[in-house]
C-alpha cells in the first residue's frame, strides 16, 4: 500500500474506536477529519509511545498505517 492510497474515511477514522472518540471529545475528535489532521502529530507521538488509547497499545502496523497517512498529505 503505498502512502497515497491511505484515507482518513478508509484507512484511519476505524483505528480509533468509540470508547477512544469519548475519551479524547474534550480536545479534539478523533472520527473528524480536520480535528486529526490539525493534531495528527501529537496523536501519532501518542499511539507511537504507548499513552493512547489508555487501554491497551496499537500494534505496529497501525502505527506505522498513522504515520504513512500523515506523511502522504492526510487525504480525506
Known amino acids: 500500500m503505498t502512502e497515497s492510497a491511505l484515507s482518513f474515511a478508509a484507512d484511519i477514522k476505524p483505528l480509533f474506536r468509540e470508547g477512544d472518540r469519548a475519551a479524547m471529545e474534550f480536545a479534539f475528535d478523533l472520527w473528524d477529519h480536520d480535528d486529526v489532521t490539525a493534531h495528527a502529530n501529537a496523536i501519532l507521538a501518542a499511539v507511537a509511545e504507548g499513552s493512547m488509547p489508555c487501554d491497551q497499545a496499537w500494534p ?5 498505517k498513522l504515520r504513512s497517512w500523515i506523511a502522504g498529505g492526510k487525504a480525506a
Open 60 to 64: 505496529e502496523a497501525d502505527v506505522d
